[in-house]
């Protein structure tokens, strides 16, 4: 009789993002809404006075305007973000392949929408995976991101009578590879479109009492805008970190994304790349909201030129730099 090797059995990965409704029709996006905003790591407030409201009132109508601005972005291949998701898991999949004589099996996972962390799992415990690596796709931590897919997680494997061995991933915010992957990014943008007078980091924002109340975001957000400038050798006065994306009447990480540009297109800066270190992979916020929207409210304000700066994607350097991560954190597993 062959008793089975634990160590012959593949390792997983699970590559993990935000998520994406599965259309740019308004019932598709409220469904996405409801599960997002219905997320009590997100919206941080007492159920019984937030159901309702996003129920009776949001739900209602921000579905239809959401909708209009994924249509403006929805590729004929389907959402951005799940594309570009779906070509990172395959092409780091290729890389361990390729680099690893143990087999470890990747699979991609939403925080909300499809594929779900559930169907993920399942993907990994259908390999034979026992031994899982979680990877959200956020370089810098919040508990609004990383900590609610952690949350997830633990509460779908609850419900499973054999459980795998579960190592995470919190952030990369400061990881050198990584920060060497967005320099490079943005020197090559340069070499292609210019470079513009000032260069803005945009990162989603999130309420500021969220950050009173121990959320460590905006330091690991810092830590990589000043990384980055002093791996590009930027003064002071030549980049500006800023914060997008912000929803509701209470105050969120500032300053603004969107009045910086209007304070700099009236006080004459002509020209603005905008990169957007917290997101691993083009979506709504880099397409629409900053490539769209804002390069709009720029130029209405006096500006000539917002270039965008797109996310690291599938672009080899950024693979390489989590297949490093993966190796790495799988540590004494190989």
């Known amino acids: 009789m062959t008793v089975p090797n634990e160590r012959d059995a593949p390792l997983g990965v699970l590559l993990t993002n935000l998520g994406t409704p599965e259309s740019p029709e308004p019932g598709d996006v409220r469904r996405y809404l409801a599960e997002f905003l219905g997320d009590p790591r997100v919206v941080e407030a007492p159920r019984w006075l937030w159901l309702p409201l996003l129920y009776g009132v949001i739900l209602t109508t921000r579905p239809k305007k959401s909708a209009e601005a994924y249509a403006k972005i929805w590729w004929d291949s389907g959402s951005p973000l799940l594309v570009i998701a779906r070509r990172q898991c395959e092409a780091l999949q290729q890389r361990l392949d390729a680099d ?30 026992e031994r899982i690596l979680l990877l959200p796709m956020y370089p810098q931590y919040s508990a609004t991101t990383t900590a609610t897919t952690f949350d997830r997680v633990t509460e779908i494997m609850r419900r499973w009578r054999s459980q795998p061995a579960l190592r995470t991933v919190t952030h990369y915010h400061d ?24 260069l803005m980091l945009s990162y989603h924002g999130i309420p500021k009492r969220y950050v009173k ?39 969120w ?61 599938d672009d080899p350097a950024h693979i390489d730099m989590l297949a490093g991560i993966v190796t790495r954190e799988l540590g004494g597993w190989l």
């Not at 143990?102 to 169907?119: C, I, N």
């Not at 050198?176 to 070499?191: C, E, Q, T």
Request: charged share 30%; proline share 6%.
């Open 175 to 198: 990881e050198p590879a990584y920060i060497r992957a967005l320099a490079d990014s943005v020197r090559r943008h340069w070499d292609t479109h210019g470079r513009g007078e000032r």
């Open 100 to 129: 690893l004589s143990r087999p470890v099996h990747v699979a991609l996972a939403m925080r909300y929408g499809r594929p779900s962390l559930a169907q993920g799992l399942e993907e990994l415990r259908d390999a034979g995976a």
């Open 253 to 313: 990480l500032q300053p603004y994304t969107d009045k910086t540009l209007e304070a700099w297109g009236r006080d004459g800066v002509r020209s603005v790349d905008v990169l957007c270190p917290g997101f691993s992979a083009d979506c709504l916020e880099t397409l629409e909201e900053i490539a769209i929207g804002n390069r709009e409210l720029f130029e209405e304000n006096g500006g000539e030129r917002l270039s965008y700066i797109p996310a690291l994607n």
């Open 213 to 251: 109340n121990g959320d460590p975001y905006p330091r690991d957000c810092g830590i990589t805008a000043q990384l980055l400038a002093a791996e590009l050798g930027l003064s002071r006065g030549e980049w500006k970190v800023c914060f997008q994306s912000r929803f509701g009447r209470e105050p």
